[in-house]
């Protein structure tokens, strides 16, 4: 049993910066393919960023490409996701995810992801 808990949300400023973090549990999580996904009041979940097992691989929506910053370090069995520049419309829950063990590398889908953590809220105001 995968356990993942989010952490480092809060109540930012517009332009500010915050790090979350994934810790996870159960498992080999360095042969694991992660993922951070937000969801916002009345919308759709929606992917933010991916990050291969190792690391070494990513991807980003294309709303925060260049201002966030996926990253992994698997001693510490932790995702991270380093926010810059935050504007309003990035307030949402974020939520770290696993994507399941067998799945095509990568997917912006959330079916594809097997265990979610329960989430960490951003909030920023204008």
């Known amino acids: 049993q995968v356990q993942l808990v989010e952490s480092g949300g809060g109540l930012v400023q517009a332009g500010d910066s915050l790090r979350l973090s994934c810790a996870a549990s159960?498992?080999?999580?360095?042969?694991?393919?992660m993922a951070w996904f937000r969801q916002a009041p009345g919308k759709d979940r929606e992917f933010v960023a991916a990050?291969?097992?190792?690391?070494?691989?990513?991807r980003y929506a294309d709303s925060v490409k260049g201002r966030f910053t996926i990253s992994r370090e698997n001693a510490k069995n932790t995702v991270y996701l380093q926010m810059n520049g935050l504007k309003p419309e990035d307030t949402a829950l974020y939520y770290c995810?696993?994507?399941?063990?067998?799945?095509?590398?990568?997917?912006?889908?959330?079916?594809?992801?097997?265990?979610w953590g329960q989430g960490t809220q951003v909030t920023v105001s204008s």
């Open positions: 990050i291969t097992s190792g690391g070494a691989g990513t």
């Open positions: 159960g498992g080999t999580f360095s042969s694991y393919h």
């Open positions: 995810a696993r994507l399941r063990p067998g799945s095509s590398w990568y997917s912006r889908q959330p079916s594809s992801y097997d265990y």
